[in-house]
């Protein structure tokens, strides 16, 4: 009984009744968006990146994965209309994630692409504790940088279309 309850399925519930009520990147405090060219979804719960994953694709989405400096202002502009604000440490799971020990080892994991764009925040990546192998998102500025992270962390993540 109690997984009848259980997280993904609240989600898609919240989908569903959000779905009916959104239709521009514009509308505020509406959690998803049909913006430009993706769909978002910013969790209202925290996760560790793997289940983070899991989620989204349970919803029939992905975890996100940014891949030009439109798509990174963008996912700044919809977080600023809807969610809490955020800070390094305390950011949303991306699908980004390290493969290897270099600086640039780093793939989306919902596309299998290499990480191209990058919007690392200063000093970062920097695989504090040889342990961070999952990308985070947080506003600055108005803007959103990235910061590897400890992926057992729960963080909130975005999902997309
Ligand atoms: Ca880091």
Avoid at 84 to 113: A, C
Avoid at 118 to 142: H, L, M, T, W
Wanted: hydrophobic share 35%; net charge negative; glycine share 6%.
């Amino acid at each position: 009984m109690r997984s009848f309850f259980n997280t993904p399925l609240i989600l898609v519930l919240f989908l569903l009744y959000e779905l009916c009520l959104s239709s521009s990147c514009q509308t505020e405090n509406v959690p998803i968006q049909q913006c430009s060219k993706h769909t978002y979804l910013v969790s209202s719960s925290a996760e560790s990146w793997f289940r983070a994953n899991i989620i989204c694709k349970n919803i029939g989405m992905e975890l996100v994965s940014i891949n030009s400096e439109a798509e990174n202002q963008e996912l700044a502009h919809y977080l600023q209309l809807y969610s809490s604000s955020s800070t390094i440490g305390n950011g949303y799971w991306t699908s980004g994630s390290r493969y290897g020990s270099g600086t640039s080892d780093f793939v989306w994991w919902n596309s299998g692409k290499p990480v191209v764009y990058r919007k690392f925040s200063a000093k970062q990546p920097d695989n504090a504790g040889n342990k961070e192998y999952c990308i985070e998102v947080f506003e600055q500025n108005n803007g959103l940088l990235w910061n590897d992270y400890v992926c057992d962390v729960k963080l909130k993540f975005i999902c997309q279309t």
